[in-house]
Every structure is written in structure tokens, then in C-alpha cells.
């Protein structure tokens, strides 16, 4: 079975330059999540959906960063224009109602390099 | 809101030797769920184990086994007879309320754990 897929795997870009990361959550699955890895912060969630719906934004950090949800198979998260300090790994996960055992399974992120 | 605190930033060991991972958390939830994700050099997170907050039971899976006490508030993990595998860095993180793990992920900062031959 095809786990979370995200793309790019690395990116590369310039101060000020629009950046796109994609994400297409495991088939079926009814949550799609966000989170960004840095040293200083540790882990720490973006924004999630439950049915293509944003249900909780509160972590984006600013205006600079949105995320859309078109369909159940696809997710975007985007930041114009970039800064430094959104250097990071980004992290999608999606999981799905399942009594109790629910779980969110992760991809193997995006690797994004700010300059 | 919620915490979770991993109070070991890095450990080393050497192959065979057994090594426990320590994991407090902090919520005012009566229902919660607990888990632990590595991340190897490789960088992807693995989903390792999950614990809802009504089953305290402990389990075993080969090498590894986890302890979960309400009573301290503790979901430890321990690693029998590691292995150079086993090197990564290990996560436990917290979801609370009654969409079980469909929420928010709170991590603890990780474990370092590096095994040597």
C-alpha cells in the first residue's frame, strides 16, 4: 500500500520566492495534518482537515503561509513570500476515524532550504 | 494544554545492551493517547506504538516493550538487546479529546539514542 506522498523531497529557493509543497494522503484516510520540524521548535503542528475542511489553523504562523485542501487526495501548503527562517523539514500525515485506533502515519517530508 | 516531556536528550549505549526511553506527559484530559514515532538518519517518522488513556495495559513487540502508568503520568520504552539499527531519534507525543489521534500531535523535543557496535 502507498503511504503518504509528498513532493518535492528537497527544495532549494531564494528569499522572497513562493514556495509549494504537496502532499496526497493515504487512500481513504479523512484527516490530512501539517507540522514542520526545525531544531529550535521541535515538531509543532501547521493546520489540519477532516474532509477537506481546515478544522484547526491556529499554528500557521503568519499570513505568509496558507494551505488548501481541493480534494481527499491531494493538499497543498504554501508560503509567499519565503523567508529564512521557514528553512525546515515539512511534514504531512493523514489518518482516519477507526474506533479508538486511530494513528496518523506521516511521509517522509520535505526538506525546504530558504537562502 | 498539553506537555510532554522527554527529559533525556541523548543516550549511547553499546549493541546488546538494553536502554529505556522515558516519557512524562501532562494534560487535564480524561481521555488522551500516547504515542511513540522514531526517526532514523533517514528523516522519514515511523509510527511505532499507540495507547489510549483506558487500557494501561503494557505490551511487548520483540525487542521492544512500553510501560504505561496513569499513576505517574510516565509511557516509557524500553529497547532489549539493541542493535546499530535501533539508532535514531525517538518521539513520544500526546493527542487529546474524544476525535482519539484525528487531532493535534503534541511531540516531545526526542531522544537521541545512538547504539555502537
Known amino acids: 500500500d502507498a503511504g503518504v506522498i509528498q513532493s518535492p523531497r528537497h527544495e532549494v529557493t531564494e528569499m522572497g520566492q513562493e514556495v509549494t509543497l504537496r502532499c496526497k494522503p493515504i487512500?481513504?484516510?479523512?484527516?490530512l495534518f501539517w507540522y514542520r520540524q526545525t531544531m529550535m521548535r521541535g515538531l509543532e503542528l501547521l493546520i489540519y482537515?477532516?474532509?477537506?475542511?481546515?478544522?484547526?489553523d491556529s499554528g500557521m504562523p503568519e499570513d505568509r503561509f496558507s494551505a488548501k485542501m481541493p480534494n481527499a487526495s491531494f493538499s497543498t501548503l504554501k508560503i509567499q513570500p519565503s523567508e529564512p527562517r521557514d528553512s525546515a523539514v515539512y511534514f504531512c500525515?493523514?489518518?482516519?476515524?477507526?474506533?479508538?485506533?486511530?494513528?496518523?502515519?506521516f511521509g517522509p517530508g520535505t526538506r525546504l532550504l530558504v537562502l | 494544554a498539553q506537555k510532554v516531556t522527554q527529559a533525556q536528550t541523548e543516550i549511547s549505549v553499546v549493541e546488546k545492551e538494553d536502554v529505556t526511553l522515558d516519557c512524562v506527559y501532562e494534560?487535564?484530559?480524561?481521555?488522551?493517547?500516547l504515542f511513540w514515532y522514531k526517526q532514523p538518519p533517514s528523516g522519514e517518522l515511523v509510527f511505532l506504538i499507540r495507547?489510549?488513556?483506558?487500557?494501561?495495559q503494557n505490551e511487548i513487540s520483540g525487542r521492544y516493550s512500553w510501560n504505561f502508568q496513569k499513576s505517574t503520568s510516565s509511557f516509557n520504552f524500553t529497547i532489549t538487546a539493541s542493535q546499530v539499527v535501533d539508532s535514531a531519534v525517538y518521539f513520544c507525543?500526546?493527542?487529546?479529546?474524544?476525535?482519539?489521534?484525528?487531532?493535534?500531535?503534541?511531540f516531545g523535543k526526542g531522544i537521541t539514542l545512538s547504539v555502537r557496535p
Open positions: 495507547r489510549n488513556s483506558f487500557d494501561e
Open positions: 487512500s481513504g484516510h479523512d484527516y
Open positions: 482537515f477532516n474532509n477537506n475542511v481546515p478544522i484547526d
Open positions: 500525515a493523514s489518518s482516519l476515524i477507526a474506533g479508538y485506533q486511530e494513528t496518523q502515519y
Open positions: 507525543a500526546l493527542s487529546v479529546g474524544s476525535t482519539g489521534a484525528n487531532s493535534k500531535l503534541t
Open positions: 494534560t487535564r484530559d480524561t481521555t488522551y493517547y
